[in-house]
């Protein structure tokens, strides 16, 4: 199982980007999807959060701004309103159950950098 994450990159203030994450691979399902943010010298944060049953979660620093959604194996973050301290590596990480009888692992994606330039 994969998760490969894109569509970072560079916007001015005010702009949006669409990032996404597709879990490829053999799996039974996917339990649920996030987006993370880490800066140089911090722990990764919790952006965003999607889970099968439909909730969501959003960092309060995000919400309004932020959307996260989901179609089929692939989650994606519509993210307008683009601030300078949006500026990070994102990456998506993903609960997967491999087996119908198995608990879901823990699988991430690779980063994608996203700079909001002011």
């Known amino acids: 199982v994969q998760l490969q994450a894109s569509g970072g990159g560079l916007v001015q203030t005010g702009g949006s980007l669409r990032l996404s994450c597709a879990a490829s691979?053999?799996?039974?399902?996917?339990?649920?999807m996030a987006w993370y943010r880490e800066d140089p010298g911090k722990e990764r944060a919790l952006v965003a959060f999607w889970r099968w049953t439909g909730a969501t979660h959003y960092a309060e620093s995000v919400k309004g701004r932020f959307t996260i959604s989901n179609s089929k194996d692939t989650v994606y973050l519509q993210m307008n309103s683009l601030k300078p301290e949006d500026t990070s590596v994102y990456y998506c990480?993903?609960?997967?159950?491999?087996?119908?009888?198995?608990?879901?692992?823990?699988?991430w994606g690779q980063g994608t950098q996203v700079t909001v330039s002011s």
């Open positions: 691979g053999s799996f039974y399902s996917v339990n649920d």
């Open positions: 990480k993903s609960n997967i159950k491999n087996a119908i009888d198995f608990p879901p692992l823990v699988y």
